[in-house]
């Protein structure tokens, strides 16, 4: 390991410890009732994140830290800020901490797989939200991608017809996009007349800032696009800065996936070209890849799969029902709210 990825991997560890000392003296001596270690001791935990840029991975992570709040775990987080191999000596660094189980949130396969595989070999329990780690013994964790970019697209059809010319904004390697771009591929051999005439993307920082600037130049190589499929947010916020500063709000629809109060703030602008979103609580889902890691403590399978279902959210629907930002919409849409998934009577619910 390098001096500067040995100062970088200690600062952060450090900071991840100073940010778990509130959970440090709750229910030092378990939850009653609870089976495994969790009737026994205070359970630990790190997430090593691989992404962390935009709202939802800031949303992501509060619903990580208050459903560990209830459960009374010690929670450290190891930011890699998008850095693959950075975060697969993250991975060693939590083990070395002596954590009774791991989330992996994001990150490249072909990185995590072996450090993965060996944290599981040496009796670590480790759960993966989408990212996976071709190993059975960790559950993937996910929104239920396909379905979500189906939502969405479905929507673009209605609104457009079966024949347009559109634009793709998609990064590979990133499992949510990759699953994402199974339907669009899927949508596109079922409507032949829908005629993807450019691709691009990156996840340069700052994402949004940096899509945007790719989707001036393709505006201007192709001014008969009429739609943009953009399935992950920082993309879409990209995307409406570009087809805005062009003056082409009323030509170009945008449909995307994920929210937030701010893509809901953009999505409700007068003359917006952002359409429809489908998207999953983020907040929600870091709830969930808790509990799942909390189950497979105790002993118990939460599944090979747990999947978070997703909500079409269209510009109509915000401005039918007043929804200005991501509490309005929680209020007003209750399936976005909570998901029924990863639960047993021992878990306590957080605080929302």
Same mark, same amino acid.
């Given at each position: 390991?390098?001096?500067?990825?040995?100062?970088?991997?200690?600062?952060?560890?450090?900071?991840? $410890? +100073?940010?778990?000392?509130?959970?440090? %003296?709750? @229910?030092?001596? *378990?939850? &009653?009732?609870?089976? !495994?270690?969790?009737?026994?001791?205070?359970?630990?935990?790190?997430?090593?994140?691989?992404?962390?840029?935009?709202?939802?991975?800031?949303?992501?992570?509060?619903?990580?830290?208050?459903?560990?709040?209830?459960?009374?775990?010690?929670?450290?987080?190891?930011?890699?800020?998008?850095?693959?191999?950075?975060?697969?000596?993250?991975?060693?660094?939590?083990?070395?901490?002596?954590?009774?189980?791991?989330?992996?949130?994001?990150?490249?396969?072909?990185?995590?797989?072996?450090?993965?595989?060996?944290?599981?070999?040496?009796?670590?329990?480790?759960?993966?939200?989408?990212?996976?780690?071709?190993?059975?013994?960790?559950?993937?964790?996910?929104?239920?991608?396909?379905? $979500? +970019?189906?939502?969405?697209?479905?929507? %673009?059809? @209605?609104?457009? *017809?079966? &024949?347009?010319?559109? !634009?793709?904004?998609?990064?590979?390697?990133?499992?949510?996009?990759?699953?994402?771009?199974?339907?669009?591929?899927?949508?596109?051999?079922?409507?032949?007349?829908?005629?993807?005439?450019?691709?691009?993307?990156?996840?340069?920082?700052?994402?949004?800032?940096?899509?945007?600037?790719?989707?001036?130049?393709?505006?201007?190589?192709?001014?008969?696009?009429?739609?943009?499929?953009?399935?992950?947010?920082?993309?879409?916020?990209?995307?409406?800065?570009?087809?805005?500063?062009?003056?082409?709000?009323?030509?170009?629809?945008?449909?995307?996936?994920?929210?937030?109060?701010?893509?809901?703030?953009?999505?409700?602008?007068?003359?917006?070209?952002?359409?429809?979103?489908?998207?999953?609580?983020?907040?929600?889902?870091?709830?969930?890849?808790?509990?799942?890691? &909390?189950?497979?403590?105790?002993?118990?399978?939460?599944?090979?799969?747990?999947?978070?279902?997703?909500?079409?959210?269209?510009?109509?629907?915000?401005?039918?029902?007043?929804?200005?930002?991501?509490?309005?919409?929680?209020?007003?849409?209750?399936?976005?709210?909570?998901?029924?998934?990863?639960?047993?009577?021992?878990?306590?619910?957080?605080?929302?």
């Amino acid at each position: 390991m390098s001096t500067t990825r040995r100062h970088v991997l200690t600062a952060l560890a450090g900071a991840s $410890l +100073a940010s778990a000392l509130p959970f440090s %003296a709750a @229910r030092a001596a *378990g939850i &009653a009732g609870a089976p !495994g270690i969790f009737g026994k001791r205070q359970v630990k935990i790190a997430l090593v994140r691989y992404l962390s840029t935009g709202d939802f991975f800031q949303f992501y992570l509060a619903g990580v830290t208050r459903q560990a709040a209830a459960l009374g775990i010690d929670l450290h987080v190891l930011d890699s800020r998008q850095d693959a191999a950075l975060q697969a000596e993250m991975l060693a660094q939590a083990m070395n901490m002596g954590v009774d189980g791991i989330i992996l949130q994001h990150g490249l396969t072909e990185t995590l797989k072996d450090p993965a595989a060996r944290a599981v070999a040496e009796g670590f329990k480790v759960v993966a939200f989408d990212v996976n780690c071709e190993n059975p013994k960790i559950p993937q964790i996910e929104q239920n991608d396909r379905e $979500l +970019a189906r939502l969405s697209l479905e929507q %673009a059809i @209605r609104d457009n *017809g079966e &024949a347009f010319k559109a !634009g793709y904004v998609y990064v590979p390697g990133i499992a949510p996009l990759d699953r994402r771009d199974e339907t669009w591929q899927a949508v596109k051999k079922k409507y032949p007349k829908i005629v993807e005439v450019a691709r691009w993307g990156t996840m340069n920082n700052p994402i949004a800032n940096s899509v945007a600037d790719q989707t001036a130049a393709v505006l201007r190589a192709n001014p008969d696009i009429k739609m943009i499929f953009a399935p992950f947010d920082e993309f879409a916020k990209g995307v409406k800065t570009a087809v805005d500063e062009a003056g082409l709000s009323k030509q170009i629809k945008i449909y995307s996936a994920d929210i937030s109060t701010p893509d809901i703030s953009a999505m409700i602008e007068k003359d917006s070209a952002w359409s429809a979103t489908t998207a999953t609580n983020s907040a929600v889902v870091g709830e969930v890849c808790v509990r799942s890691l &909390a189950l497979l403590l105790a002993g118990i399978d939460p599944g090979r799969e747990v999947v978070v279902p997703p909500t079409l959210i269209t510009q109509a629907m915000l401005a039918e029902k007043g929804i200005k930002n991501m509490e309005e919409l929680a209020a007003k849409i209750p399936q976005f709210s909570r998901a029924e998934v990863a639960m047993a009577p021992w878990i306590p619910e957080p605080k929302r």
